[in-house]
């Protein structure tokens, strides 16, 4: 899409508080599964291992036509100090 840049990482936590003590604000577009929202209570609980993972370890990094290229640096130097 191309209005979310979402990485995923298994530290998630850990790399958003990497990304905060820098200056960065991260987002978590999608937190809950599909299958666990209240559309779609007739799956009884069901288990999807890979979505859940997924959500666990998804977030969104800063994305717009605004940014200017130091901006970006600044991201993708704190994520690859991470």
Request: with cysteine; proline share 7%.
């Amino acid at each position: 899409v191309w209005h979310v840049f979402a990485v995923t990482c298994a530290q998630r936590d850990s790399l958003i508080r990497h990304l905060e003590d820098r200056g960065i604000q991260t987002n978590i577009h999608y937190p809950t599964p599909p299958h666990k929202q209240g559309a779609y209570v007739e799956l009884g609980g069901a288990s999807f291992p890979i979505s859940e993972r997924m959500h666990r370890e998804i977030v969104s990094l800063p994305m717009s036509p605004v940014l200017t290229n130091e901006e970006v640096s600044k991201v993708v130097e704190a994520v690859n100090e991470f």
